[in-house]
């Protein structure tokens, strides 16, 4: 399949070339870095997030947490940079400590860290369930680009394990992906759901590869959640849904029906679809009013009230790399360009974990070091011809 290109303007090129952090190099010499398989930024976050024996860990928490969506994010980007033996070494230390020591036979825990009486271990047992989905493509992928059977068959395993421990089968929305096998089922036949969840490139990628209609059946719930949890144009972290009364909000949770911290990855999966994706245009017209009201603001909020649209508080920089895919593919241009601005004006922090993970997949897409297929599978800079323009 042909890479998928995307069209800059010169200007915009020429503006996130000058990103500091973000982008490092113009694209002449950020080439000569492909065919290098060098990427700067990975390196850093490998430096200040990464041990030598792969664990992943969040220095902003007391107990130095590891979660499992930690590990499989640095699995998508060691995949990226061509970093087999540090994608090695991550994916052990998630089978050893988060698994048993063992994939093919359970799902990963989702945290880690310093317990009560100053013991190092399992904190939280309960999968997450996009965590699951992210380690399972990024295997697939793996096997296929290193031409490395023992990923692709641990990704199968992983992926037939999804389906039977983290799905339900829901009245009105049909099999859906629940956030962990256990926790989210509530009572009054109510389920509490995440948007965020959902990539859709992955899931197009499973249904393709593992030729189960059960993903299919995800896809369609996934887009009914995204579309439908988002009434007047913003996501939400997480949503309440009962079969009769529809999509709720979510008053009992922490983040009481505001989109934030979970939510702006809606709008960066969005964005980073192929651009002949079937839901592509639903999604972006749907969330159409973030877009606008990250132009009004000139930044993008960092919770908003996902019914009145009123922002509570301004998002990092961060925030701002993870909505450069979603305003280009929105053809937002202003705010484009107001988000390269302010990111040139005050530079991602090099020590703040998650803002990293959202720096790291936008501007990675952004320098076209990758794309998404229209049926989910990755194309990766680095296998193709160095020097050639798409």
């Known amino acids: 399949m042909p890479f998928v290109s995307i069209r800059f303007s010169r200007s915009i090129l020429s503006q ?9 190099s113009g694209m002449a010499s950020a080439q000569n870095n492909f065919c290098e398989q060098n990427w700067p930024e990975w390196t850093q976050f490998k430096k200040t997030f990464i041990t030598e024996d792969g664990r992943v860990i969040d220095h902003s928490g007391t107990i130095k947490p590891t979660v499992s969506e930690g590990q499989a994010y640095a699995l998508f980007f060691a995949l ?36 009560t009486d100053g013991s190092w271990g ?25 031409k490395d059977k023992r990923y692709n068959a641990l990704a199968s395993l992983l992926a037939q394990r999804i389906l039977n421990e ?56 996934s887009v009914s959640i995204m579309t439908k949890a988002s009434p007047k144009g913003y996501a939400p972290d997480w949503t309440i849904y009962h079969p009769e009364r529809g ?22 999966w969005a964005g980073m679809l192929a651009d002949k994706d079937p839901d592509k245009s639903l999604l972006l017209k749907t969330w159409q009013p973030m877009a606008t009201l990250t132009e009004s603001k000139a930044y993008p909020p960092e919770f908003v009230d996902i019914q009145s649209g ?45 803002d990293q993970v959202l720096t790291l997949f936008a501007t990675g897409w952004m320098d076209k070091r990758y794309r ?19």
């Open 247 to 268: 999509f709720q909000i979510d008053t009992q949770g922490s983040e009481k029906g505001n989109g934030g911290y979970n939510a702006i990855r809606v709008y960066l």
């Open 372 to 390: 998404f297929g229209t049926n989910g599978k990755i194309e990766m800079h680095w296998m193709q011809n160095c020097g050639k323009p798409f």
């Open 310 to 354: 009123e922002v509570k508080s301004p998002g990092s920089t961060g925030f701002s790399a993870a909505l450069l895919p979603f305003l280009q593919a929105s053809k937002a241009q202003k705010a484009l360009q107001q988000q390269i601005l302010r990111i040139q004006a005050q530079p991602v922090k090099t020590d703040q974990y998650y």
């Open 80 to 115: 990226i940079a061509n970093d087999k033996a540090a994608f090695q070494r991550i994916l052990t230390w998630t089978e050893n400590n988060l698994a048993g020591g063992d994939l093919t036979t359970r799902l990963p825990a989702w945290q880690w860290g310093q317990k």
């Open 16 to 24: 996130i070339a000058a990103l500091g952090f973000v982008c490092v």
């Open 166 to 221: 983290e799905t339900a089968d829901i009245p009105g929305l049909g099999l859906t992906l629940l956030p962990a096998p256990k926790g989210f089922a509530l009572p009054d036949n109510q389920w509490k759901l995440n948007p965020s969840y959902t990539p859709l490139q992955l899931l197009r990628w499973f249904h393709y590869s593992e030729k189960d209609e059960r993903w299919k059946r995800l896809l369609s719930s």
């Open 122 to 146: 399992i904190i939280d047992p309960n999968p997450a369930s996009d965590a699951d989905l992210w380690i399972a493509y990024t295997l697939n992928a793996a096997g296929e680009l290193w």
